[in-house]
């Protein structure tokens, strides 16, 4: 059974990276913060691996697990592709909060204007919510006092400790990135669109780079959270530290 692995520190996150890296070439990605954009503060980075599992990277209690635990080469490597929804914040805060140059990145939001361009529409702009409804990906909803600070606390992720809830809640918005949207989309699009998708993904990846627009809180901090399925509650262990030899 898939579990949520909370990691809280530098030398866990190496042994998990290294898991991560040998166990699925396509993960996907969540950044839960504060203020979007470059000026955005990072508290918690969540990846779903292709087998369902989920890792918790508290970076509000050890700053150090994206450089020094090696997140880092996940986020820059060229093999593994990350799958995000509208990566645009992320890519900025990543990249002045802690100097990573976000690669390979397979943005669902970029992905769905292609598609509408495919179909002759005028593409725009659509939610993580939206788009998990469009395909049918319904589940779990966090308790009522979640909602209520998702909805007035845009600091809600710095909060300590990290509940089972919580986790759940993140834990259900990267899950459906890769397990469901990734290969849907990926199969709808075509072939003929592969270089228009991958230079639109580049362009949406670098846009706030170098931006100086209004803060607002990061997207989907204030929406309620949505799985794969109804049930969808994920047991949670800590990842321990590996042992000296």
């Known amino acids: 059974m898939p579990r949520i692995h909370l990691v809280s520190s530098a030398p866990a996150s190496e042994k998990a990276v290294h898991d991560i890296l040998v166990s699925s070439p396509v993960v996907g990605v969540s950044c839960k913060g504060a203020n979007a954009g470059g000026k955005g503060t990072i508290y918690l980075i969540v ?16 700053r150090n697990i994206i450089l020094d635990g090696g997140l880092i080469r996940l986020f820059q490597s060229t093999e593994v592709t990350k799958v995000i929804h509208d990566c645009a914040a992320d890519a900025a805060a990543l990249h002045r909060g802690f100097g990573v140059a976000l690669r390979n990145v397979f943005d669902t939001q970029v992905a769905h204007r292609v598609l509408m ?13 939206a788009l998990f409804a469009k395909y049918d990906i319904v589940g779990y909803t966090p308790s009522a006092p979640l909602e209520r ?25 990267v899950v459906p990135l890769v397990t469901v949207l990734y290969d849907r989309l ?50 949670v262990v800590k990842y321990k530290e590996p042992k000296d030899d």
């Open 149 to 173: 600070l998702l909805r007035e606390d845009q600091h809600v992720w710095a909060r300590r400790p990290l509940n089972k809830d919580m986790l759940n809640t993140a834990a259900a918005d």
């Open 47 to 62: 990846v779903a691996t292709l087998q369902g599992d989920v890792y918790a990277f508290d970076v509000r209690r050890d």
């Open 186 to 235: 990926k199969s709808v699009l075509k072939p003929q669109t592969a270089d228009w998708f991958e230079c639109l993904c580049n362009n949406h990846r670098r846009s706030q780079l170098g931006s100086k627009k209004k803060k607002t809180t990061v997207k989907g901090d204030n929406q309620a959270r949505r799985s794969v399925n109804e049930s969808f509650e994920m047991s």
């Open 117 to 129: 361009e495919e179909y002759g529409l005028p593409p725009r702009m659509i939610s993580k919510n």
